[in-house]
């Protein structure tokens, strides 16, 4: 079974300050990993996904197969950071489990 | 785009009584999803449609839930009789067409506000 772990329910640093979320995966395939944000009242939404191999509001993750690690990471934090992230997979056997989420994390960026 | 609709926003009832859920996908997606995200935890999968056929229901408590997308466009989400666990916010999502597809957008989900349930 498919399965996402993401240790930290919680991350508060400073405004300014590196940001890195973690996600673990458990998948015997190779997976499609995703990160989704959901901001203060608003919906969940992508945020980035591992294929596009592209930076999405300063935020940056690389796919680690050996470490089974997909960790969101920004260098320099801004307070419109503040949301709930969650790392998502899907299998690549079709997806038949549909997107399998973490617990989430909540980011909080002090002024 | 419009984005997928849900109805009502807030439910409250007592256990035993009955609720169903509403969803209009996003025009087009072929694919949709009910997921269940109790508090503090992330979105659990419940059922998965592909146009009007269900691709997976493995975590459906079908004894009390039910859904049907039965014109492959919008969705019913029920449930008869509700228990207390399962307040919870109940997300709908879409996705372009079948995750076995070509498309690279496939796999991306789109999101409706919720409804958030409270058991009573």
């Known amino acids: 079974a498919q399965r996402v772990t993401q240790p930290e329910k919680l991350l508060s640093v400073f405004k300014g300050a590196p940001v890195e979320l973690k996600c673990n995966y458990s998948y015997s395939g190779s997976p499609e990993l995703f990160w989704y944000v959901q901001y203060s009242r608003q919906r969940l939404q992508l945020l980035l996904r591992h294929i596009s191999r592209e930076s999405i509001k300063g935020f940056t993750a690389d796919l680690n197969k050996g470490e089974t690690s997909f960790h969101l990471k920004k260098p320099f934090a801004q307070e419109e950071d503040s949301a709930m992230y969650y790392c998502a997979l899907i299998g690549s056997g079709g997806g038949a489990d549909g997107l399998t989420f973490g617990k989430g994390t909540h980011l909080i960026i002090q002024p | 785009e419009a984005g997928v609709a849900q109805s009502p926003r807030y439910k409250i009832i007592e256990k035993r009584q009955s609720v169903a859920f509403w969803c209009n996908p996003i025009s087009g997606h072929a694919t949709l999803y009910w997921y269940q995200q109790i508090l503090g935890q992330g979105p659990k999968l419940l059922i998965q449609?592909?146009?009007?056929?269900?691709?997976?229901d493995s975590q459906l408590p079908k004894d009390r839930f039910s859904a049907e997308r039965l014109k492959g466009v919008d969705s019913t989400l029920k449930i008869q009789p509700a228990k207390l666990e399962d307040s919870a916010v109940y997300l709908c999502a879409s996705s372009r067409i079948s995750i076995t597809g070509p498309d690279v957008w496939a796999n991306v989900l789109t999101f409706g506000a919720g409804s958030r349930l409270t058991v009573l």
């Open positions: 449609f592909q146009n009007n056929g269900v691709v997976d």
